[in-house]
């Protein structure tokens, strides 16, 4: 029988503490997000906040051009490129060759926040693993993710440096049938491929150790917070966690902030938006 997933507490995370944060916002990572689609670039821009909340340097948006001017505009902390698209909007998957430079200079990449066509995601990551330096990390969320599971060169490319964050549909696309009990199914992806894993409260990496994040509220489950997730999670790694750390305090992070705002707001009702603001001050507690 496998272990029990460890707890993730605040004091697990005190006997794990995140690298010393640089003094300038090069030593703290670049955080490169590509995504945001015409309709919902605002799920790049809650992952971009996300990874400036816990602490990144610098964060570059490749969204859709059409939406870049007017997210450059309200999200001024970021440098944004616009990224062709297709007639209905989305992001075409060849275009992320014009952030060749963006991408090389990463400290972590993240595709698939708001990213709304299958087929222009699964070019994208095509493209996407010809432009990485070998040993970038790579987080996938969304449609960049539920595409992995049929591009078997995208998978060998980036197993060992991989970050995943299914929900549980995007989890029953990586294993191919209806999910199961959550923690071996957060197991068998990791090792399937090559990856960090959080699904839903559970964190798993390749060869068999799990955690279980401790805290959390079902008010959580609303549009945009996975993409703050994924966000917190790239912006840790960009800092120099590596990829079990970074999903691990992300994860609580993300859970407990969602805890204060149950308290304060309501146990539903609170936004994404709102959880960003909970994870400086978290981040402070716990260090």
């Given amino acids: 029988m496998p272990e029990r997933p460890e707890p993730i507490t605040p004091a697990s995370l005190r006997q794990w503490p995140l690298p010393e944060a640089g003094s300038s916002k ?45 997210v450059a505009a309200v999200f001024p902390e970021a440098g944004v490129m616009g990224l062709p698209e297709t007639a209905s909007g989305a992001v075409r998957g060849a275009g992320v060759t014009a952030l060749a430079r963006d991408i090389s200079g990463a400290s972590c990449v993240v595709a698939g926040p708001g990213l709304d066509d299958p087929d222009e995601a699964a070019i994208l990551l095509r493209e996407l693993v010809d432009l990485l330096e070998d040993e970038t990390p790579v987080l996938l969320d969304a449609y960049a993710l539920g595409t992995l599971a049929g591009e078997t060169r995208v998978r060998e490319r980036l197993s060992g440096r991989l970050l995943l964050t299914p929900n549980v549909t995007e989890a029953g696309f990586l294993l191919g049938r209806d999910p199961g009990e ?28 799990r955690w279980e994040v401790t805290t959390g509220h079902s008010g959580l489950a609303t549009s945009g917070s996975g993409d703050v997730l994924a966000g917190a999670m790239a912006g840790l790694r960009a800092r120099g966690a590596d990829s ?36 400086p001050p978290l981040l402070t507690e716990l260090g």
């Fill in 26 to 70: 090069h030593q703290r990572g670049d955080v490169l997000i590509i995504g945001g689609a015409r309709r919902t670039p605002g799920a790049a821009v809650l992952a971009g906040l996300g990874a400036l909340r816990v602490g990144a340097g610098r964060i570059t948006l490749g969204i859709a051009e059409s939406v870049a001017p007017a």
């Fill in 244 to 279: 079990a750390q970074a999903a691990c305090w992300a994860g609580y992070l993300h859970s407990a902030a969602g805890d204060r705002l149950s308290a304060r707001i309501g146990p539903l009702g609170f936004l994404a938006r709102e959880l960003l603001d909970e994870l």
């Fill in 182 to 209: 959550l923690e071996d199914d957060a197991a068998e992806i990791a090792d399937r491929y090559g990856a960090v894993v959080s699904l839903m409260q559970m964190v798993a990496e390749p060869g068999g150790r």
